[in-house]
């Protein structure tokens, strides 16, 4: 489900920092997308199972039950390094512009990820949920600063405050995302086509207005994140959370042992 823990941030922060990004003058435009599904299976009773794709299911459930169990020191730091990971290379140190292809659900800090793109777009049938509140967890990832920097004060509360499970059809009248598509090779094909036209313009000027763009953003992302961090402590401290977490775990795998309990296709 392309769950995000500290060897993901320490791979995505390589990444970004590398020659391939970094001084890169055919670089225009980066497509970030989650892995695609796996191939259709046969299940026992003979019918075939499509396992959604997914842009990411939000953080690792063992990274986040190890935090209810450590220091609160060690959580700030943990989860202050953690976030930084992500948002600093996307925000401060990308020189090109960040194009979020939603080509599946989008949870938690998975989806702070994707609203710190720079231009979304997402398959018709994915849903999107800021669900931190939902399992006892304060939200993280920027996603107190960047979601009312996109949707605005109202809307932002009242996805952060319910933890709502909502369609591509109202991320797009919120102004999550700017177009869905149906199927995942029509919003890959879509990402795409932003990139190149992106592509098409000024090198320089490109680079300029992106910069100009990102300002507020990045105003207020290092205090954001430095308070989500330090909130979040205050969250692994509550029976709660971990309680939710361990039943999330042991709900995703028992869902994903029965997906895969199938019969290869025979072609």
Known sequence: ??????????????????????????????????????????????????????FSAGGDYDFLLERTDDTPFNNATRMSKFYDSFLTPMLRVCPSPVIACINGHAVGAGLGLACAADIRVMEASAKLSFNFVKIGLSPGMGSSLILPYLVGHQVASYMLLTGDLISAEKAKEYGIVLEVLQGDQAVKRRAFEIAVQIAKSSHIASYLCLHSLRVQKLAGITACMY?????????????????????????????LKSKLTPKPINK
């Not at 055919?26 to 299976?41: E, F, R, S």
């Open 227 to 255: 308070r989500e961090s330090d909130a979040q402590v205050q969250s692994f401290a509550d029976e709660e959370l971990k309680q939710h977490l361990l039943e999330m775990k042991n709900k995703e795998e028992a869902r």
């Open 1 to 54: 489900m392309n769950s995000l823990c500290p060897e993901t941030a320490v791979q995505f922060k390589a990444l970004f920092e590398s020659e391939k990004i970094q001084g890169n003058r055919n670089l225009a435009a980066l497509v970030l997308m989650g892995a695609p599904p796996p191939p259709p299976v046969q299940m026992e009773d003979g019918s075939l199972k499509q396992i959604h794709a997914a």
